[in-house]
């Protein structure tokens, strides 16, 4: 019973503070977009608008709930549970520090592959069910690109699995701070590059944002959607960006440590915990995917499917078969 209450009690820790990251991820969102444009932001609610991620779950909240007339009512009901479950599901195999994870699976890397797979047929449910052309379209759109860019995503993926000969989480970060630059980014360099741009397709965001594109599909498989379930198709987003910053510093930047020849120099960073460096990692990740939607213009759909199999997945290939070479002659 003790154990079962512990869990519990853990999980909810962990919810809680992933869904607070995600509430300001938001603000933070609009805060730098509008200093990119030369404005403020949302400056109304609270101090500089702190509250504005508050009052617009209340507002979005309070909204009515439409569900279009011609809609196959529960499978368009169910979809944004859906999106949201698979995603969230996720956080129970990260390890936020040595000690300090829910589950620690022996294939916490192929669990989150195979979640991430699964959460996107919500979007295709969602565009099917709302029986709209634009929604259909955005659902299309969805599958086509996870598809194209999963492979991508996996193979820059199974280069730290070879290099690190395991598929759990925590081996792969403990595995990379034994190397000589303590992360796998530098020796992976291509990997990592893969694995940054297939992250921004994999979770929908721009210049990827092609299942959404308001300036062509209203908003995708998002435009019959009201009230609080539009507001859980925005919760799995964001979460999956989360998920996505998780195993980015996980697999290519060392999770919660830092390289050996730095604590060599300035040994007391040693006495910083492990979530520190973690929460750091993870907060350049997300600023990054804010910076790349401040700047760059969304790509045609040809443009994102071209870059995906003739761009993307060949260099996967060859980077795999660097490691390979590279772990053959270590031997």
């Known amino acids: 019973m003790m154990d079962f209450l512990f869990i519990f009690i853990k999980t909810a820790v962990v919810l809680s503070i992933v869904l607070f990251h995600v509430a300001y991820t ?21 101090p500089h608008g702190l509250l504005q991620p508050i009052a617009d779950f ?4 309070f909204k009515e709930d439409i569900v279009p007339a011609n ?15 698979f995603t969230l599901v996720n956080l129970s195999v990260i390890p936020f520090d040595r000690n300090f994870m829910l589950a620690d699976l022996n294939i916490g890397l192929l669990f989150i592959l195979a979640m991430a797979s699964l959460s996107v047929y919500g979007i295709i449910l969602a565009g099917w069910s709302s029986n709209s052309k634009y929604s259909f379209l955005g659902g299309i759109r969805s599958a086509s690109q996870v598809l194209s860019y999963e ?20 081996d792969i970060v403990l595995s990379q701070h034994e ?12 990997g990592f590059v893969v694995f940054v741009i297939a992250a921004f397709a994999e979770t929908n965001r721009a210049p990827f944002d092609l299942p959404e594109a308001e300036t062509e599909l209203v908003a995708g498989y998002l435009t019959e959607y009201s009230a609080f379930r539009y507001a859980l198709f925005f919760l799995g987003e964001y979460v999956a960006m989360y998920v996505m910053a998780f195993l ?12 050996k020849f730095i604590t060599e120099i300035l040994p007391f960073l040693e006495k910083v915990p492990g979530i520190i460096w973690f929460a750091i990692k993870v907060y350049v990740f997300i600023f990054l995917y804010i910076w790349v939607r401040a700047t760059l213009p969304r790509y045609r759909f040809d ?18 078969l660097i490691i390979a070479f590279i772990k053959r002659l270590s031997l």
Not at 26 to 46: H, L, S, W
Not at 75 to 80: D, E, H, L, S
Not at 151 to 170: C, D, K, P
Not at 253 to 259: E, F, S
């Open 71 to 85: 809609a196959e009512r529960f499978i368009f009901k169910i979809a944004p549970i859906i999106v949201l479950v």
């Open 248 to 259: 980015c510093a996980i697999c290519f930047l060392g999770g919660w440590t830092i390289p």
């Open 179 to 190: 190397t000589v630059f303590g992360v796998y980014a530098i020796p992976q360099i291509i």
């Open 26 to 46: 938001t603000y933070a969102e609009r805060k730098i977009i509008g200093r990119a444009q030369a404005r403020m932001g949302p400056m109304e609610v609270g």
């Open 151 to 170: 492979i991508a995503l996996g193979l820059a993926l199974a280069g730290v699995v070879l290099q690190a000969g395991s598929l759990n989480l925590r």
């Open 303 to 320: 443009q994102l499917l071209l870059i995906g199999w003739k761009v993307l997945i060949p260099l996967g290939i060859l980077n795999l």
């Open 58 to 61: 209340i507002k979005i909240f």
